[in-house]
């Protein structure tokens, strides 16, 4: 570029030109010389070497020529992008357009790094300053801004002059300017009943404001300003204020958002604070030149109970604000009102007189005198945020009447008398009678409503996320770009829809699922099709790209979804590639084909004339001679002329074509052959073939015919072949000669195809990751309803509730993307169907979720075992495999695994034994050390003991026993044993693993605790239960079932396991007592069966007692009687209960009334499979049903308790049988290779070691491993879960384009 | 030149890891006259004389802990084949 610069000067001949450009060339020189860098950059690398300054001048030359090369590029590159900025982007594309694959990647990346350090640099330099600037203002008063840069007055309400409120109400007004003037008078009445004044405000920090102005291009846009309220000071000055972001949609200017209610017991009706939010505009006097506003805000704080909440409200208003996007938010808390009923009131635009609100526990007018230019927004109060309000807000406009989610309020807009009525009713009718059921606890109402106890702690694996039924809006236009927002979030689980219902004019109930329309009658099935036939093409390409070897760049980067009109540009793309690819491939298999011929031909023309030269040789000259000699020919009185034909046909069919010759032709024919040594490939399958040169020769012309048609029989190639030798040579001469043409007209064929196809490889992931994005989003679009109009399109959605707020993020964007002016409605619904069930897992959590969803999907919000797994689940495993070498082996796999974790996700290994084992890693590397730890415990490493403490035994043995290997029993007697009385520190003394009594010693102590942590595992999962039975308002539940079941698992197993204690602390050995000497110590297991069996022996052994302790007959009889009487109430309590309330609900004849609307909503959307498969079972209607359902319940319950607690004896048994393999591993392997008592023992070891090792991985690790890991999946899914968790839920399947990508490649 | 494969040379590596600290520190304790190993000692069925049974247990000790640490020095070896043959592989597989 310098030089073209410098061309041009010269060219000019003007002394002035002739200034400037040694100035620009100077200018140019400065920087780039490159030699400093480079000489760095080789310092880096190489510190020893230098270089010459000629070479340095190469360098240079050649950093100069690169660079040069890239800005040209991006140039050209904007050029055909038709923009005329030229940014990173094009940039980047240019360098890796320019540069090779890796280079380009790195360079890239450090350019990248680079540019960002140079921010990061920059950004500290402008902290720093801004710092200083900090220093100077002080920090109270900071963070207010004007553009204006005039004071602001900031003014709070010290009383609410508003007497229609309910008094127990708080409200916080956040109030928004509009342009009117007249209003201003207003604002000036309002502000002089503010009692108390701020100090006046600061100029915020000029950074900020240029980040805040940014944004700020729509010419009416407003700027809100809102106020974190400093609770601690109720009535008092904010201290702390903050910015609002703009508002640049010119006709929604504010938005409602709501806080989460706090639960309600069912029982408890009222005393619930529900949040009003209310906003007023009016102008300020400094407007500036952007018509950015000032805004105020105000608070009114009238009752210091209910400031905690607001606290909350105002926090979370806050983050919302100062991160994401402009919305404001105020709430009205009032008293008296249910927590599903409307509650919020948004007025934008011009209050000319104060608004109203009633409320009398079931209904809320609110009464609002408008100008012409408001709008009112209603929204209910159900735990949800704006979107509702926005429902109304635009049906308000319309004039129309609306009735909201939750019940039938009404909003009435006269335009007339400006003033507008709002009148919400809750269904209290429909509400109460389920109550009525959840307190009887036969069914739920899935409502917002949490135990207190939940609320205060939060725990998110505890239970599934509260999920609400959704219905959304979308303008048809905006849709699109929508839905690709949900799918970049993956929060939204759609819904089929096809016919909704409507009651009273709008949209009451859920719609329902279309199984009729068929898949060709919904409305993008076109662009389905249309990603079909991308897709394929794509496929297409890349098979091609496979068949040549080149590498697929997957850079892993995730393109946005393209929009709708980029399809086109894709489609033509595409379709060039794969018609240049096609005709490509069409040429090159037609030369192939040519020059296939042309081979044959030549190698015919070589061996034939090898056999011609033969006969030269054997005396006839020429081929006209007879083959059979003068002789022969002349007895046939004539001269005979023998024909001939040459072919080529492959080798495989050569024998039967000789034999078919030979038979066909009488043995008339004479065949000779020659194999073609170099093997030719097949133009159409592109297969290497080998194949043989004939060449037949014959006499006469039936023959001739005969033996052509064999060879077309045969599929072989006749070639001509001239008679002359001269003409043969000639023929040969011309044959390669144009073979010679065909090698390079085929050379560049292959090479275009190669640059073709390696330009597409670049691309070819992520064109396939738009291609399916875009099928995803019309499938999706395919779900949703077509309204009348066909202006909007109707979805509906599972959503978790606390995402709500960031899925009207995300449709807010799409809105904005796509251009439309009309935002999409998120509208909650009320359904009497199960949610489905949405447990947020992150890697670490996930595996164990996929452990207890394998068993079956957690009913809606019931507890979820997954948080507790995650503890027990290593715990019971390591039980089984209590070996600390082999945890240690599989604790280090796992280590890898999670270590390498990004890496080796990216690989995308296919392998199903890898898949399974790496979505496991984190289960299996918590079973590794867990594994570690009861290695420890047991001390058994590699079968093995290790003696850390020092052993608490000392053992004489006599010299006979030495003498005879023997190890002798252990005994922790006093007398003649070997114990010193205190006992080794952690786990089992390592001297038990030379103990002949190990076995014995250690078979006692595994059952016992294995027994012990299956009661303790047992009882927790009925524990568990009890957060069920009161999640679910069964509060009865405790009583009826809970408590029976408790008390008949401890006063048996329970007991058991208090029998073992006591034997282990009060015998011990050298006790001075006899009674209390281990031989006198009871067996458990007798004295369990004994007590059930009322058995009791009165005669005790010498100097022993019978008993443990003193009145265990009476206790333990008293126990049995009690755990027998339990089971009674298990049957019969919950029956009982049911009918009886049964019969009250009878009596109650209205609510029984709203009990048949209820159902008959039901039968609306009967048909629907999800909704039949939800309701029902859980709730029995018939008293038959819960009695039967009752009584299996009991035995199973009854029966189970013994069976578990003796299925948790798999935790001894399968950890004796893994001490004893590898001890019998380690005694029949590696013992062998100690036996040579030489030096060639060691090269012995070397190999045994290896065998043992590969037979310790294979057999211990591996096999043993998977037994523990299903056996401890039993014990989780049979023995625990089976105490409290039902299964019955469905799987939250949220779109999201991150699952379509993942399932994607698997099915390649 | 790699002679043995990327997953054969990455197995050994592993193995020869594996046994030259599993090998070293059984030698380790083969020197100590640890306890727990004294049942993969030599010995003859019946001693006569205690001096006999004493003075074969230290040989099998000392002579058992050697051939560890020769078991370990030969698995040094492999690995260091084993890692050159890895380093190979990798290196052939990126020029591709």
């Keep these: ?1308 | 030149m790699p002679f043995c494969g990327p997953k054969c040379s990455l197995c050994c590596t592993i193995v020869s890891v594996w046994g030259i600290v599993q090998l070293v520190l059984m030698g380790v304790f083969f020197y100590t006259h640890s306890v727990a190993l004294a049942e993969d000692l030599t010995l003859k069925e019946h001693y006569s004389n205690l001096d006999d049974f004493y003075k074969d247990v230290n040989t099998s000790y000392e002579q058992n802990a050697y051939n560890c640490w020769i078991a370990a020095l030969i698995y040094l070896v492999t690995l260091c084949v084993s890692v050159h043959q890895f380093w190979l592989n990798n290196r052939v597989s990126y020029q591709v």
Aim: proline fraction near 5%; hydrophobic fraction near 40%.
């Design chain 1, 1 to 1308: 570029m310098a030089r073209r610069k410098k061309s041009v000067g010269s060219n000019v001949k003007d002394l002035v030109g002739k200034a400037r450009e040694s100035t620009r060339r100077r200018r140019s020189q400065q920087p780039a010389k490159f030699s400093n860098y480079v000489f760095k950059v080789l310092k880096q690398v190489h510190p020893q070497l230098s270089m010459t300054n000629k070479a340095m001048k190469v360098m240079d030359d050649f950093m100069h020529d690169i660079y040069s090369r890239l800005v040209s590029e991006a140039a050209g590159l904007v050029k055909l992008t038709k923009r005329s900025t030229l940014s990173a982007s094009e940039f980047q594309t240019a360098t890796r357009l320019i540069l090779p694959g890796e280079l380009a990647k790195h360079a890239i990346s450090e350019a990248s790094k680079a540019v960002a350090s140079f921010l990061t640099s920059r950004n500290e330099d402008a902290k720093r300053s801004h710092a200083r600037r900090v220093i100077n203002n002080p920090p109270s008063m900071l963070p207010v801004t004007a553009n204006n840069e005039e004071p602001v007055e900031i003014e709070i309400f010290g009383t609410v002059p508003r007497p229609l409120l309910s008094n127990a109400r708080e409200v916080t007004g956040d109030v928004e300017e509009s342009m009117e003037e007249d209003e201003l008078e207003n604002d000036v009445e309002f502000a002089r009943k503010m009692p108390s004044k701020v100090p006046p405000m600061v100029k915020n920090p000029p950074t900020e404001n240029a980040n805040v102005y940014q944004n700020n291009i729509a010419p009416d846009s407003t700027t809100k300003r809102v106020l974190p309220i400093d609770n601690t000071a109720e009535r008092d000055v904010p201290v702390d204020l903050s910015i609002e972001e703009n508002i640049t949609d010119e006709e929604d200017g504010s938005r409602i958002q709501e806080e989460p209610h706090p639960p309600t017991p069912p029982t408890e009706a009222e005393s619930d604070t529900s949040t009003v939010a209310y906003e007023t505009s009016k102008p300020t006097e400094g407007e500036n030149r952007k018509n950015t506003h000032d805004g105020e805000k105000k608070k009114i704080a009238e009752e210091a109970e209910t400031v905690p909440m607001d606290e909350e409200a105002e926090t979370q208003s806050m983050n919302e604000e100062t991160e994401t996007e402009p919305m404001a938010s105020q709430s009205v808390s009032g008293r008296n009102v249910e927590p599903n009923t409307l509650l919020i009131v948004d007025v934008v635009g011009n209050t000319q007189e104060s608004s109203s609100m009633v409320s009398d526990g079931s209904t809320i007018s609110t009464q609002l005198t408008l100008s012409s230019n408001t709008r009112v927004q209603i929204g209910t109060g159900n735990g949800s945020s704006a979107e509702p309000s926005e429902t109304l807000g635009l049906l308000s406009r319309r004039n129309e009447s609306v009735m909201t989610d939750s019940g039938c309020s009404t909003l009435r807009d006269v335009p007339e008398t400006p003033s507008l009525t709002v009148r919400c009713q809750t269904l209290t009718t429909s509400r109460d009678s389920k109550q009525i059921d959840s307190r009887i606890g036969f069914g739920f109402f899935f409502g917002p409503k949490k135990p207190a106890f939940e609320q205060q702690f939060k725990m998110p694996l505890f239970r599934s996320e509260e999920m609400t039924l959704c219905q959304l809006f979308l303008q048809s236009e905006a849709a699109y770009a929508c839905v690709a927002e949900l799918g970049e979030l993956g929060l939204a689980q759609f819904r089929d829809v096809s016919i909704l219902l409507f009651k009273y004019g709008f949209v009451v109930t859920i719609s329902q699922l279309n199984p009729d329309v068929s898949a060709f009658q919904r409305k993008f099935v076109n662009e389905v099709r249309r990603c079909d036939e991308m897709e394929r093409k794509l496929r297409y390409l890349e098979k091609e790209i496979k068949r040549d070897d080149i590498p697929i760049l997957d850079t892993g980067e995730n393109p946005e979804a393209p929009q709708p009109r980029e399809m086109i540009d894709l489609e033509a793309a595409f379709e060039k590639l794969e018609n240049e690819l096609r005709e490509v491939n069409q040429n090159s298999e037609a030369l192939k084909k040519n020059f296939l011929e042309l081979t044959e031909l030549k190698h015919i023309l070589r061996k034939t004339q090898t056999f011609f030269d033969e006969m030269a040789e054997s005396g006839h000259e020429d081929e006209h001679a007879n083959l059979l000699g003068d002789d022969g020919l002349r007895a046939g009185g004539q001269v005979l002329k023998l024909g001939f034909v040459a072919g080529v046909i492959l080798r495989e069919r050569l024998p039967a074509f000789e034999r078919m010759l030979w038979r066909a032709c009488r043995g008339n024919v004479f065949l000779r052959q020659a194999e073609i040594d170099a093997a030719l490939e097949d133009p159409v399958t592109g297969d290497q073939v080998y194949k043989s040169v004939f060449i037949i020769f014959f006499q006469g012309d039936q023959l001739k015919t005969r033996v052509k048609k064999i060879c077309e029989g045969f599929r072989a190639t006749l070639y001509p072949c001239p008679e002359t030798p001269a003409e043969r040579r000639e023929m040969a001469i011309g044959v390669m000669t144009r073979i010679e043409d065909l090698n390079t007209v085929l050379g560049q064929t292959q090479d275009h195809r190669h640059r073709v196809l390696v330009a597409a490889a670049k691309n070819i992931k992520n064109w396939f990751v738009k291609v399916r994005k875009i099928k995803s989003i019309y499938h999706t679009l395919n779900l949703f309803n077509l309204d009348v109009t066909q202006k909007c399109l109707i979805a509906e959605c599972w959503i978790p509730v606390t995402d709500m707020e960031t899925i009207q993020m995300s449709l807010r964007r799409g809105t904005e993307r796509s251009g439309s002016s009309v935002p999409p409605i998120l509208n909650r619904m009320m359904t009497r169907e199960v949610p489905p069930t949405y447990n947020r897992t992150n890697k670490f959590t996930a595996g164990f979720q996929n452990l207890v969803d394998a068993y079956g999907v957690a009913t809606y919000r019931e507890v979820n075992p997954a948080s507790f797994t995650i503890i027990s689940f290593p715990f019971l495993f390591s039980m089984m495999f209590g070996d600390a070498g082999h945890g240690l082996l599989m604790t280090l796999f796992a280590l890898w695994m999670v270590v390498k974790e990004k890496p080796l996700a990216a690989k995308k290994i296919q392998s199903e034994i890898w898949v399974i084992c790496f979505a496991g890693r984190y289960i299996m590397l918590l079973m590794g050390l867990f594994s570690i730890y009861a290695g420890f415990i047991y001390n058994d490493v590699f079968s093995k003991g290790v003696n850390i403490f020092g052993s608490a035994y000392k053992v004489n043995l006599t010299e006979h026993e030495l003498q005879h290997h023997h190890s002798g029993m252990l005994v922790p007697n006093e007398v003649n044993g070997h114990y010193r009385q205190t006992p080794y520190p952690f786990g089992v003394d390592p001297i038990w693993m030379l103990a002949e009594n190990k076995i014995p010693y250690l078979n006692a102590y595994k059952m016992k605790i294995s027994i012990i942590f299956g009661v303790v595992h047992m009882g927790f999962g009925v524990i568990l239960g009890i957060w069920n039975h009161r999640f679910f308002g069964r509060n009865m539940n405790i009583l009826v079932e809970f408590v029976p079941q408790i008390i008949f698992l401890i006063f048996l197993f329970g007991y058991l396991c208090i029998l073992m204690f006591i034997k282990w602390t009060k015998y011990y050995a050298g006790a001075e007592d006899q009674a209390l000497t281990p031989g006198c110590a009871p067996s458990i297991l007798i004295t369990f069966i004994g007590m059930v069996l009322f058995k009791y022996d009165t005669v005790a052994l010498d100097g022993c007692e019978n008993y443990m302790y003193p009145g265990q007959v009476t206790l333990q009889k008293i126990m049995i009687i009690t755990a027998v009487l339990v089971v009674p109430i298990l049957l019969f309590g919950k029956p009982i209960l049911f009918k009886m309330e049964m019969n009250k609900a009878k009596n109650h004849a209205t609510l029984h009334n709203h009990n048949g609307t209820a159902e008959g909503e039901d039968v609306e959307v009967a048909g629907v499979p999800q909704t039949e498969n939800h309701e029902g079972g859980d709730e029995p209607h018939e008293f038959s049903d819960v009695m039967i359902h009752q009584a299996i319940h009991t035995i199973e319950y009854v029966l189970g308790s013994v069976s578990h607690t003796a299925s948790y004896l798999r935790l001894w048994a399968l950890s004796l049988a893994h001490s004893q393999l590898s001890e019998v591993l380690w005694l029949m392997v590696l013992r062998k290779g100690l036996m040579f008592q030489d030096w060639y023992g060691g090269v012995i070891l070397y190999f045994i070691f290896a065998a043992w090792a590969a037979l310790t991985v294979s057999i211990l690790v591996l096999m043993e491993g998977l037994s523990a890991f299903l056996h401890t999946l039993r014990l989780h899914w049979v023995e625990f879960q089976s105490k409290f968790y039902a299964g019955a839920g469905y799987l939250f399947v949220p779109f999201s384009f991150e699952n379509i990508m993942e399932v994607q490649p698997g099915e390649e």
